[in-house]
């Protein structure tokens, strides 16, 4: 599904247009090569994949994949994703132990109890804070944006408009939402530290992994999701969902 002239929805449960369990997985169109960010929960590779050609581009372009933390969620289709495509999996090195050895910061009871079970994925390369990985075209920035894990990292593009977008995983949702907090791993002050600066990116768009992306005006929305972490406890309780 396109969103923009570089960023395509192909996966993700919440929109039904793949498996149940899969978080919201995103293409990067960079000029013919094809980059993806997270892999969703495993049972929906087949269905991201056919996604992609819908969207009229040849599977066989896919270079990278990046996984943006450990969850299930985000990187149970990755091992699959490799074997069909041969595509690079890249993850930050602060998560790369978690996932190849599908740690507890990975979640796996709470995959199993969704019916989830796939291999632990091998990764090609592992990234860092300030890291730019061309693909095609586009630069693809690393940012290092702890605190929902400590090695979750969001991607910052130029889209082909001109526009910054930012995916930003499972640390920064839209609409204020916090999403899931205190997993293994989690650190609030880390987390908080993220936002302010993903703000300080000053971000055009962002697509998060859950919850619905923001097509403009996403520095603003940012935002609401700071207010919101550093309101009082009270408040925060109230409003998660
Ligand atoms: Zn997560
Ligand atoms: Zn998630």
């Given at each position: 599904?396109?969103?923009?002239?570089?960023?395509?929805l192909?996966g993700g449960s919440a929109y039904g247009i793949s498996?149940a369990?899969d978080c919201n997985?995103?293409?990067?169109?960079?000029?013919?090569?094809?980059?993806?960010?997270?892999?969703?929960?495993?049972?929906?590779?087949?269905?991201?994949?056919?996604?992609?050609?819908?969207?009229?581009?040849?599977?066989?372009?896919?270079?990278?994949?990046?996984?943006?933390?450990?969850?299930?969620?985000?990187?149970?289709?990755?091992?699959?994703?490799?074997?069909?495509?041969?595509?690079?999996?890249?993850?930050?090195?602060?998560?790369?132990?978690?996932?190849?050895?599908?740690?507890?910061?990975?979640?796996?009871?709470?995959?199993?109890?969704?019916?989830?079970?796939?291999?632990?994925?091998?990764?090609?390369?592992?990234?860092?804070?300030?890291?730019?990985?061309?693909?095609?075209?586009?630069?693809?920035?690393?940012?290092?944006?702890?605190?929902?894990?400590?090695?979750?990292?969001?991607?910052?593009?130029?889209?082909?408009?001109?526009?910054?977008?930012?995916?930003?995983?499972?640390?920064?949702?839209?609409?204020?939402?916090?999403?899931?907090?205190?997993?293994?791993?989690?650190?609030?002050?880390?987390?908080?530290?993220?936002?302010?600066?993903?703000?300080?990116?000053?971000?055009?768009?962002?697509?998060?992994g859950h919850n619905t992306?923001?097509?403009?005006?996403?520095?603003?929305?940012?935002?609401?999701?700071?207010?919101?972490?550093?309101?009082?406890?009270?408040?925060?309780?109230?409003?998660?969902?």
């Open positions: 599904m396109k969103l923009t002239d570089s960023a395509f192909v498996a369990g997985t995103y293409l990067i169109d960079c000029g013919g090569d094809l980059a993806l960010v997270d892999t969703g929960g495993g049972s929906g590779v087949k269905t991201i994949l056919e996604n992609i050609r819908l969207d009229g581009f040849d599977t066989k372009r896919l270079k990278v994949a990046f996984l943006t933390h450990c969850h299930f969620d985000h990187i149970g289709g990755a091992h699959e994703l490799k074997q069909l495509t041969r595509c690079k999996l890249l993850a930050h090195e602060d998560e790369a132990g978690a996932i190849v050895n599908l740690d507890e910061n990975v979640l796996m009871d709470m995959a199993r109890d969704r019916g989830l079970n796939f291999k632990a994925p091998k990764l090609d390369e592992t990234v860092r804070d300030g890291d730019c990985i061309t693909v095609g075209e586009v630069g693809i920035n690393v940012l290092h944006t702890p605190g929902h894990t400590p090695g979750c990292m969001s991607l910052s593009i130029t889209e082909r408009d001109g526009k910054k977008g930012i995916f930003t995983g499972d640390i920064a949702s839209t609409t204020g939402r916090l999403g899931f907090i205190n997993g293994p791993g989690f650190d609030l002050p880390k987390w908080k530290s993220s936002i302010k600066r993903l703000i300080s990116e000053k971000p055009d768009r962002i697509y998060p992306f923001m097509l403009r005006g996403a520095t603003n929305d940012l935002m609401l999701t700071d207010q919101k972490m550093n309101a009082p406890w009270t408040t925060i309780v109230t409003s998660v969902g």
